[in-house]
Each structure stands twice: as structure tokens, then as C-alpha cells.
């Protein structure tokens, strides 16, 4: 069955940096476009970034931008979250998800999410 | 940015009873809207998505219908593990996705 298990959060000082890692299993990890979603403690959810299936597009939320990137290795099944200059307000849990496709476009959906790995940003 | 407004943010309903969750956005986003329930220290599960196709192993009672920019998420009779949190989505500016503010459905 699919698994995302998401790792790498924890507590780290304003303007410092963090990495996040989700390591998938039970699909086909090399043709799948996946995201980072997060969400601020008792607040609701934000998506954050989308890699395309072989790691040539991706795309990220104008609160993100620049700050932070995502990146995929297909020979580990893994992806990443590369987080720099973190803000208090980037505390959240930070969810991956499976994209629906290969291929991103309207039709997509998040339709496998992990566990969610908890980053707090504070001084 | 396409905006999604979802009410109510919170409702108290009873087994059995039939409830309606409505998205609207801010712009005509075709069908291009999913549905995800969320219970309390868990990851989001897809329920429904393109407005009304249901995902699979989702119980029958949840569907989901659009009129213009309007989506509607139903549960036709609530059941005891149904009570959650319920998010819409639109994937119609992929790939800048936006989430509606949620709404709480809690036991009366």
C-alpha cells in the first residue's frame, strides 16, 4: 500500500534553516508529481510547493518563494523540502502528498498524504 | 488568487442526520474542486473529487455537487465517524491550489 513518511521537523530558531524528507513506498514514486502542504497549528491547510514527476517543473506559494525549495531524488523515492531563513509564521505541520498524475494540470488532486512532520519556528 | 469560502466554519448535527457543506469561489473554476475530511491529529483523506466523483472506499453517503461557482458537499446520514473537519480545494489554477477555510462538523 502507498506510505509517505515524512521526517526532519522540529524546533529551530528564526532565520535558521531545516530540511524535511518523505520517503514513499508502494507506488511507482518516478511518475507521480508530489507536493508539500502544511498547516499552522489550529488553522487550516496551505499548499506550499509541487515538483513534477522527473523533478523539471516546480512550483511554489508566493509565502514560500524563494525561501524555500523542493527537490526529489527518484533513485531513493524520496522527496525534500529545503527550508531556509524560517519565519515563526512558517510554524506548522508540514504534510507530502501523491499528485494524482504525472503530469500536474486542473484535474489534480492530492489523493495519498503521510503522516505530517511538525516544524516550530521560534526565538 | 482564486478565493474559496466555505461555510458554515462549524455546524453541531446528530446521527442520522443529512448535512450540507457549501464551497464557493470567487471565480468560475469549472469543476475543478476536491473534498477532503480530516479528523483531529491526522492527515487529510480525499472524499471527493472533479466536484462529484467519488474517491474509492469512500462510503456512498458522502457525494458532492456544483452549480455555477457554488460546490456542495453532502452526507446523507451522519455517522459517528464522520465527525471532522472538511476542506475544499480547487486545482482549477493549478499549480497555485488554494484550500477553503474548513468546516468543523462536531456531534450535537
Known amino acids: 500500500q502507498v506510505q509517505l513518511v515524512e521526517s526532519g521537523g522540529g524546533v529551530v530558531q528564526p532565520g535558521r534553516s531545516l530540511r524535511l524528507s518523505c520517503a514513499a513506498s508502494g507506488f511507482t514514486f518516478s511518475i507521480y508529481g508530489m507536493h508539500w502542504v502544511r498547516q499552522a497549528p489550529g488553522k487550516g491547510l496551505e499548499w506550499v510547493a509541487l515538483i513534477s514527476y522527473d523533478g523539471s517543473n516546480k512550483y511554489y506559494a508566493d509565502s514560500v518563494k524563494g525561501r524555500f525549495t523542493i527537490s526529489r531524488d527518484n533513485s531513493k523515492n524520496t522527496l525534500y523540502l529545503q527550508m531556509n531563513s524560517l519565519r515563526v509564521e512558517d510554524t506548522a505541520v508540514y504534510y507530502c502528498?501523491?499528485?494524482?498524475?504525472?503530469?500536474?494540470?486542473?484535474?489534480?488532486?492530492?489523493?495519498?498524504w503521510g503522516q505530517g512532520t511538525l516544524v516550530t519556528v521560534s526565538s | 488568487d482564486i478565493q474559496m469560502t466555505q461555510s458554515p466554519s462549524s455546524l453541531s448535527a446528530s446521527v442520522g442526520e443529512r448535512v450540507t457543506i457549501t464551497c464557493r469561489a470567487s471565480q468560475s473554476i469549472s469543476n475543478y474542486l476536491n473534498w477532503y475530511q480530516q479528523k483531529p491529529g491526522k492527515a487529510p483523506n480525499l472524499l471527493i473529487y472533479?466536484?462529484?466523483s467519488l474517491q474509492s472506499g469512500v462510503p456512498s453517503r458522502f457525494s458532492g455537487s456544483a452549480s455555477g461557482t457554488d460546490f456542495t458537499l453532502t452526507i446523507s446520514s451522519l455517522q459517528p465517524e464522520d465527525f471532522a473537519t472538511y476542506y475544499c480545494?480547487?486545482?482549477?489554477?493549478?499549480?497555485?491550489?488554494?484550500f477553503g477555510g474548513g468546516t468543523k462538523v462536531e456531534i450535537k
Open positions: 502528498a501523491k499528485d494524482r498524475w504525472a503530469v500536474v494540470g486542473p484535474t489534480t488532486y492530492f489523493d495519498y
Open positions: 472533479a466536484a462529484s
Open positions: 480545494q480547487q486545482s482549477y489554477s493549478t499549480p497555485l491550489l488554494t
